[in-house]
């Protein structure tokens, strides 16, 4: 079974920062385009970042500026480092592996932003 292991989540005040980490197995991590998510109460989960296995970023509007994906192949591990963060910002964040044919979900883990 493959997992992906989220860390990093906790609340933090307006403007502050918070670095999402997500490990995955070397057998996905390599190959694979990794990314970031998040779904807020009441709302549909949506993309925040993306970074493919060579290293190519993609990321959310919202995101742009505040937010830089990057990955340690050595680790098998993917970040997030979210900075100036806002109330709204506010979610469950959700690491997702994406192969040719499958795709695996991280448990998730919270960011709380306080006004």
């Known amino acids: 079974q493959v997992q992906l292991i989220e860390s990093g989540g906790g609340l933090v005040q307006a403007g502050g920062s918070l670095r999402l980490s997500c490990a995955a197995p070397?057998?996905?991590?390599?190959?694979?385009?990794m990314g970031w998510y998040r779904q807020a109460p009441g709302k549909q989960r949506e993309l925040v970042a993306l970074?493919?296995?060579?290293?190519?970023?993609n990321y959310a509007d919202s995101a742009k500026g505040r937010f830089t994906i990057s990955r340690d192949s050595a680790k098998n591990t993917v970040y997030l480092q979210m900075n100036s963060l806002k109330p709204e910002d506010t979610a469950v964040y959700y690491c997702?592996?994406?192969?040719?044919?499958?795709?695996?979900w991280g448990q998730g883990t919270q960011v709380t932003v306080s006004s």
């Open positions: 070397r057998s996905i991590f390599s190959s694979n385009t």
């Open positions: 997702r592996s994406i192969g040719l044919t499958r795709e695996y």
């Open positions: 970074i493919s296995s060579r290293d190519s970023t």
